[in-house]
Nanobody, 118 residues
Framework: QVQLVESGGGLVQAGGSLRLSCAAS????????MGWFRQAPGKEREFVAA????????YYADSVKGRFTISRDNAKKKVYLQMNSLKPEDTAMYYC???????????WGQGTQVTVSS
């Protein structure tokens, strides 16, 4: 059974930093894209960042470029999202996801809340 478990969310002041973690288990993710989406109250879920489990380029939403960094630790089967210079508009539930390159299977975590106060 595939599981994605997020952690690291919390309350932070504007300008602060948080690091989210996503622990993946239940299968091999070598041919998967791993990443993060977020959803603020009353808004649609939006893409934040992604990286291939096998390596290569990272991808970011324009709204987080230069502030957020996605990384992965293959040995620990974890994906991270380092968030710096946080803004109140970054407040949202952050979800980890895994998307199969070939299978197109999609898995989601349960989310971790990030709240940025002004």
């Amino acid at each position: 059974q595939v599981q994605l478990v997020e952690s690291g969310g919390g309350l932070v002041q504007a300008g602060g930093s948080l690091r989210l973690s996503c622990a993946a288990s239940g299968r091999t993710f070598s041919s998967y894209v791993m990443g993060w989406f977020r959803q603020a109250p009353g808004k649609e879920r939006e893409f934040v960042a992604a990286v291939r489990w096998s390596g290569g380029n990272s991808y970011y939403a324009d709204s987080v470029k230069g502030r957020f960094t996605i990384s992965r630790d293959n040995a620990k089967k974890k994906v991270y999202l380092q968030m710096n210079s946080l803004k109140p508009e970054d407040t949202a539930m952050y979800y980890c996801y895994a998307l199969g390159d070939i299978s197109r299977d999609v898995y989601w975590g349960q989310g971790t809340q990030v709240t940025v106060s002004s």
